[in-house]
């Protein structure tokens, strides 16, 4: 059973899975994970955000009384990885992949609860309009592409351009949350009768 003693801790400093926990009535503090998100050599899109939800998962759980979530979104185009664009440019041509085109973003959700550990991956299908060079160069100059996989926030400014979600739509966004509740529940977690405010305060174990 899950207590108030019992924090579920959120390995991630994004505001997009933070709001999207809240909003689900959750109750999480924040606890960002340091890792290094590089791709290995060979690695599949899959095996590679469920090796670092875990990683994430992993880096913070020191008090084994706490539930961890750890999660790693990707965008995937023709089977390569699309993360986050290095500079104005990369997210340009990013976008003109993925103009006209249905892509797949991929999250991987790990849960971490003393011994207990597990992970699944979402996947959703994600369709945009074709993309003129004037509407990628307006994109990417408005900033939002910065720090995005694939380049562009679905809920953000590039909603104009996503014709069709097959699939979880919060995925998209950074968080699979019914599959993370999920997992949450094979380890034990029970929302309280009386509810209670989502947390989201930074923990200051770290």
């Given at each position: 059973m899950y207590h108030r003693a019992v924090r579920l801790l959120l390995a991630s400093a994004s505001p997009r899975r933070a709001d999207l926990l809240r909003a689900a009535g959750i109750p999480f503090d924040t606890c960002p994970a340091d890792?290094?998100?590089?791709?290995?050599a060979g690695e599949s899109a899959r095996d590679y955000v469920t090796r670092l939800a875990l990683e994430k998962a992993r880096a913070v759980c020191r008090d084994l009384g706490n539930i961890v979530l750890g999660a790693d979104t990707t965008v995937v185009l023709d089977g390569r990885v699309l993360g986050k664009p290095e500079h104005p440019?990369?997210?340009?041509?990013?976008?003109?992949?993925?103009?006209?085109?249905?892509?797949?973003?991929?999250?991987?959700?790990?849960?971490?609860?003393?011994?207990?550990?597990?992970?699944?991956?979402?996947?959703?299908?994600?369709?945009?309009?074709?993309?003129?060079?004037?509407?990628?160069?307006w994109y990417v100059a408005s900033g939002e592409p910065e720090g995005k996989a694939g380049a562009y926030a679905a809920q953000g400014l590039a909603?104009?351009?996503v014709e069709r979600i097959e699939g979880s739509y919060s995925n998209v966004v950074g968080l699979p949350v019914s599959l993370v509740y999920q997992?949450?529940?094979?380890?034990?977690?029970?929302?309280?009768?009386?509810?209670?405010?989502?947390?989201?305060?930074?923990?200051?174990?770290r």
């Open positions: 890792v290094d998100e590089r791709p290995l440019d990369d997210a340009a041509r990013m976008l003109q992949g993925l103009s006209g085109r249905t892509h797949e973003v991929l999250t991987g959700v790990a849960v971490k609860h003393g011994g207990l550990e597990f992970v699944d991956v979402a996947c959703t299908r994600v369709r945009f309009l074709p993309l003129t060079q004037e509407e990628i160069a909603s104009r351009f997992l949450l529940r094979q380890v034990g977690w029970r929302q309280e009768a009386s509810g209670g405010p989502a947390g989201g305060q930074a923990a200051a174990a």
